[in-house]
């Protein structure tokens, strides 16, 4: 059993030293503990730091690319090197590296494919009273999304069996936390969460540089995510509401209509049949976008035999 940790890192030379030697060298069930870094174009010396600790991979981008394209690549090259268990963690030292071994405990008795580490969000010091109702506001929300009972969806401390890895996808460039768990959702991939610590805060977040840009880009990304993978509930439910008011205005000018006043509501009867059409082109929207998102599931399937294909090969080779 081959567990490989990753780190993603961007101008990461201060902490990343800090956070490598936090990382556990044993555990129980596995043989191999390796640690593969992503570099996402660093100016500093973060690549220098890591290869002069003794990690065994770095995944270089010449040019920041994001979180979401590093966390992809690092699953790629880990799956490329035997990888049996992925473990992503912070390059800021932000997990306990002791849990490590708590998270990928349903890997290895078979109980899951996705661990993610739950935060003590409401006792963490550095975090503020709104930072921690946002971040419950936003699991809730992805919990809705996704059909599942994951209490921090923003947690980058995750642990993924092979098999889960093959599978995921990452479209947008903001972050990959969010999406991965309502793809796994809706791909009905076996999902846990367990309890972990944090560590003193080094230095701040990197992901946003306000709070009004976070709830932004998570917004969107939850409403993207959402209808890629559930899009025929999003279309209906929209083109439902904007059906329901067009209907109650067009009841509305028949009542006045039959009560002899109805040539005073013309201006309702003509948005009402407005409202009318909208809703249903939207519903015909929604039932159009769930046959692209069948296509979609077709070529995920490709997609995972295709991988399977070429990792098991790899693993060959070496």
């Known amino acids: 059993m081959k567990l490989i940790i990753q780190i993603p890192c961007y101008n990461e030379a201060e902490t ?18 390796e640690i593969l870094i992503i570099n996402d174009g660093s100016t500093d010396k973060t690549v220098e730091v890591a290869k002069n600790w003794g990690v065994n991979y770095v995944v270089n981008f010449k040019k920041n690319r994001g979180l979401a394209k590093g966390f992809m690549a690092g699953l790629d090259a880990c799956l490329r090197n035997g990888a049996d268990i992925i473990v992503n963690t912070d390059a800021d030292d932000q997990y306990c590296g002791e849990d490590i071994a708590k998270l990928i405990r349903p890997i290895l008795d078979g109980k899951a494919d996705i661990v993610i580490g739950e935060r003590p969000i409401d006792a963490t010091e550095h975090f503020s009273p709104l930072k921690k109702k946002l971040q419950h506001l936003g699991s809730w929300t992805v919990r809705v999304a996704s059909h599942s009972d994951i209490p921090d969806a923003p947690s980058g401390f995750r642990a993924y069996s092979r098999e889960a890895a ?14 991965t768990i309502i793809q796994a959702g809706r791909n009905r991939i076996a999902m846990e969460s367990v309890p972990i610590r944090t560590n003193p805060e080094l230095r701040k977040s990197r992901l946003f540089s306000s709070m009004f840009g976070y709830v932004k880009r998570s917004t969107i990304t939850i409403m993207r995510s959402f209808m890629m993978y559930r899009p025929m509930s999003f279309f209906l439910t929209i083109g439902g509401v904007i059906f329901l008011l067009g209907l109650i205005l ?7 209509f039959l009560t002899g006043s109805g040539t005073g509501h013309i201006q309702s009867l003509i948005l009402a049949s407005v409202l009318l059409m909208i809703g249903f082109q939207t519903a015909i929207i929604g039932l159009q ?30």
């Open 16 to 33: 990343l030293e800090i956070a490598l030697n936090d990382l556990p060298k044993k555990i129980d069930g596995v043989d191999e503990i």
């Open 166 to 179: 093959m599978r995921m996808n990452v479209t947008n460039e903001y972050t990959y936390t969010l999406e």
């Open 250 to 256: 067009g009841i509305r000018f028949l009542v006045f």
């Open 289 to 318: 976008a769930d046959l692209i998102a069948a296509n979609r599931k077709l070529l995920e399937d490709i997609q995972y035999h295709v991988r399977k294909l070429d990792y098991d090969h790899a693993d060959e080779q070496d």
